[in-house]
């Protein structure tokens, strides 16, 4: 099915939520609390994308790649100073290494370009072996990892950056597109 990238409306928030507390549930397990995934995500992230979707909007874009009326992935990005720091990127389980992320990825990086920033940035869970492999195979470097909060949760965190945004947008629109 054809994919088509479009900035997020304020009505999209639950559907984003939802999307991202079943793509936590998937990828966190065991990193972060079973308590919190079970129960307490839910609020803390329908809560969240409310706030963020709904009312003035920080500089930034939020994008979603909707299959039809589906959505199938979303990326967060926010400009700091001229840093774009992408928030959260997340592929509908089950639709996960067809090209989604990376065009997602590129997408938001080139809006936050054409806003002004020159760098990216972003925070992966050190454990998360799988993110790791496909931001660095975008070209990005990585630091030590170091532990930070996150919705109240402890975890160990590694940035990984790019300090030409200009490389992370060449290296989504080289990799192979939708596939
Ligand atoms: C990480 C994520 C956003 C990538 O999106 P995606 O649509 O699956 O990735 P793409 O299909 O665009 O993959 C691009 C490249 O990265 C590689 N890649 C993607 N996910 C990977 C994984 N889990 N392990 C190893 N490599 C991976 C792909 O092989 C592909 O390389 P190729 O083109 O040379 O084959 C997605 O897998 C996801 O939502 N994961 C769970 C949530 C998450 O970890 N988000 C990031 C939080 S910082």
């Known amino acids: 099915m054809a994919l088509r990238l479009r900035s997020a409306r304020g009505s999209d928030a639950p559907v984003i939520a939802e999307l991202h507390i079943a793509s936590w549930r998937d990828a966190y397990r065991g990193v972060l609390s079973a ?47 001229v840093n774009c720091h992408v928030d959260n990127l997340h592929v509908r389980p089950g639709m996960r290494n067809a090209g989604i992320g990376r065009a997602l990825l590129g997408f938001a990086a080139q809006r936050l370009q054409d806003q002004g920033a020159v760098s990216a940035d972003l925070w992966v869970v050190a454990a998360n072996q799988g993110a790791l492999r496909f931001y660095l195979s975008l070209g990005a470097e990585v630091e030590a990892p170091v532990t930070r909060q996150t919705f109240g949760q402890t975890v160990v965190d590694r940035r990984m950056y790019w300090p030409s945004i200009s490389t992370l947008i060449t290296a989504c629109a080289l990799s192979p597109q939708l596939r």
Do not use: K
């Not at 920080?58 to 967060?76: E, T």
């Open 35 to 81: 308590d919190f995934l079970a129960t307490g995500i839910e609020a803390a992230l329908s809560a969240h994308w409310q706030a963020t979707l709904v009312g003035r909007r920080r500089p930034g874009a939020v994008v979603v790649a909707m299959a039809g009326r589906h959505l199938a992935g979303f990326v967060a990005a926010w400009r700091d100073g």
